[in-house]
């Protein structure tokens, strides 16, 4: 049983095109999140939701754009595409309560999607 | 804003060798620490974690870590490694109050030696 699982694993596609992440997470939670990890491995939040509101928006370009419909789901959807894109992108999700900040759960992150961008 | 350092860039140490992987962390009001462990093109796994209480903590696979407030810091440890801890290992830290989101080290590569 997946506990956090994300589609595609590998995106492969080329500059301008515009394409979606998936993830979900069976695990009950109210919180999930986008990361960032770059070739150097440097992990970097993007965004962040609460019960399906945003509360986490890092200084993320407006070409990503997340979407949750419901508590279980948060998807990814990435505008014009550019090489710098590329990287591996990690959903996660913690039990977080209202607000989203006052826990102390860790987080349970997914496989990973790497996107490259040719 | 909360931070964390992870100073080595590659910890080498032969199998059965003690292994310690360092983190020190900045927060505003108490830190939650955490440790988490990622194989090769696999996701982030949690190791463990330090909220209250002593300061020595047991995870998984024979992992400990060890919260030193006077020092700012929560070492990773295992007291004999063996060839499947080779990984990329990470800290994270976050504050009990203002902007607490989560705050990940850089990384440490350990590599174990048979």
Known sequence: DTAVSQTPKYLVTQMGNDKSIKCEQNLGHDTMYWYKQDSKKFLKIMFSYNNKELIINETVPNRFSPKSPDKAHLNLHINSLELGDSAVYFCASSQEGAGGWSSYNEQFFGPGTRLTVL | ?114
């Open chain 2, 1 to 114: 804003a909360q931070s964390v350092a992870q100073p080595e860039d590659q910890v080498n140490v032969a199998e059965g060798n003690p292994l310690t992987v360092k983190c020190t962390y900045s927060v505003s009001g108490n830190p939650y620490l955490f440790w988490y462990v990622q194989y090769p093109n696999r996701g982030l796994q949690f190791l463990l974690k330090y909220i209250t209480g002593d300061n020595l903590v047991k995870g998984s696979y024979g992992f400990e870590a060890e919260f030193n407030k006077s020092q700012t810091s929560f070492h990773l440890k295992k007291p004999s490694a063996l060839v499947s801890d080779s990984a990329l290992y990470f800290c994270a830290v976050r504050g009990s109050y203002g902007n607490n989101r989560l705050a990940f080290g850089k990384g440490n590569q350990v590599v174990v030696i048979p």
